[in-house]
Nanobody
Framework: QVQLVESGGGLVQAGGSLRLSCVAT????????VGWFRQAPGKERDLVAA????????RYGDSVKGRFTISRDIPKNTAYLQMNSLEPEDTAVYYC???????????????????WGQGTQVTVSS
C-alpha cells in the first residue's frame, strides 16, 4: 500500500514557474514508476510526465515537452514536476500516481497506475 501526497500547486501568471512535489507518506514507491497527470473541468485525465523505476527514462505529453521536467529522489521517497513557461492551458488539477508496471518504460495511461494522490490545483492566469 502506497499513499501519495502532492503539494506545490497554486496561482501563477502566464510565463511563470511552479514545482510540484509528490511524497509517499505511507509505504515506498522506489520500485514503482511515477506519473504526473492533469485533469481540467470537462476533460479527460491526461499524462503530463512519467519516470521509470530507475529514473533513467522519462516521457512527456506533447503539450509540455521542453517546458516541464519530471524527476525523483528515491532516498527521499519524493517525485517532482518542474513546470516552466506556464500557459493558461496548463490550468488543471495535477495528480501524482505510482505504477508497478514501469521498471523500464513508464506507462502512459491512467489505468496502469495503482496508487493516486488527492491532486493539487494549478491555475495559470493570462
Amino acid at each position: 500500500q502506497v499513499q501519495l501526497v502532492e503539494s506545490g500547486g497554486g496561482l501563477v501568471q502566464a510565463g511563470g514557474s511552479l514545482r510540484l512535489s509528490c511524497v509517499a507518506t505511507q509505504g515506498t514507491f522506489s520500485e514503482y514508476a511515477v506519473g504526473w497527470f492533469r485533469q481540467a473541468p470537462g476533460k479527460e485525465r491526461d499524462l503530463v510526465a512519467a519516470i521509470n523505476w530507475y529514473a533513467d527514462y522519462t516521457r512527456y505529453g506533447d503539450s509540455v515537452k521542453g517546458r516541464f521536467t519530471i524527476s525523483r529522489d528515491i532516498p527521499k521517497n519524493t517525485a517532482y514536476l518542474q513546470m516552466n513557461s506556464l500557459e493558461p492551458e496548463d490550468t488543471a488539477v495535477y495528480y501524482c500516481a505510482a505504477s508497478w508496471y514501469g521498471t523500464t518504460i513508464p506507462p502512459v495511461i491512467p489505468a496502469a497506475y495503482e496508487y493516486w494522490g488527492q491532486g493539487t490545483q494549478v491555475t495559470v492566469s493570462s
